[in-house]
């Protein structure tokens, strides 16, 4: 079995999402998804299954009884509930915010990223930030950065950073207008 872990509302593969295949209730195989959103599960044998997928900052979702063939199976999972983390208390001063996530843990971004325009379109420097350690083992600490990028009208564009839980660049692809023209592991 392989497949793809998605957020659904951009169509983008999900990294380090976990899965779980369980079988009569009980845990056969956990792995996660490498950076793109990818997974293999192989050597199963037919049967029906459950698949729990957990990813940073989304609900788990459960795909109940997955029915195996013989055959090469290929699932497209996309995350659709994503975790509403409204910070306790947001401080503006010099381009920077503080933020307290829903453990209490408190730090601070740059608040000149994430920026939205009066469409509603993703526009400039982005950042995403690992925000909540409740439903996941990841290694990332809070406030970390997970990638970091330019958007223009909404697509990616030009240089990405995607991020280690040690800090350290794990890759850094090249968009232009959405679409990867290269990338470059680290």
């Known amino acids: 079995m392989k497949g793809t872990v998605i957020d659904s509302a951009s169509q983008v593969g999900f990294p380090r999402a976990s899965l779980e295949l369980i079988k009569n209730d009980s845990?056969?195989?956990?792995?996660?998804t490498d950076f793109e959103g990818l997974f293999k599960i192989?050597?199963?044998r037919r049967g029906v299954y459950r698949l729990k997928v957990r990813a940073i900052s989304y609900h788990d979702l459960e795909v109940i009884e997955l029915?195996?063939?013989?055959?090469?199976?290929?699932?497209?999972?996309?995350?659709?509930?994503?975790?509403?983390?409204?910070?306790?208390?947001i401080n503006w001063g010099e381009g920077h915010i503080l933020?307290?996530?829903?453990?209490?843990n408190t730090f601070?971004?740059?608040?000149s990223k994430n920026k939205v325009d009066s469409v509603g379109l993703r526009q400039g420097a982005w950042v995403r930030y690992f925000m909540d350690h409740s439903h996941t083992i990841s290694?990332?600490?809070i406030g970390q950065k997970l990638w970091e990028g330019k958007y223009q009208n909404d697509?990616?564009?030009?240089?990405?950073?995607?991020?280690?839980?040690?800090?350290?660049?794990?890759?850094?692809?090249?968009?232009?207008?959405?679409?990867?023209?290269?990338?470059?592991?680290?």
């Open 99 to 104: 933020i307290e996530d829903s453990l209490g």
């Open 67 to 89: 029915n195996l063939t013989n055959e090469s199976n290929e699932l497209k999972i996309e995350l659709t509930n994503p975790i509403e983390l409204e910070p306790a208390e």
């Open 139 to 141: 290694g990332y600490r």
């Open 155 to 186: 697509l990616k564009q030009g240089e990405w950073r995607f991020y280690l839980p040690n800090g350290d660049i794990e890759r850094v692809e090249y968009y232009n207008e959405g679409k990867l023209i290269r990338h470059n592991k680290m």
């Open 42 to 44: 192989e050597n199963l």
């Open 108 to 111: 601070c971004i740059d608040g």
């Open 27 to 32: 845990t056969l195989i956990t792995t996660e």
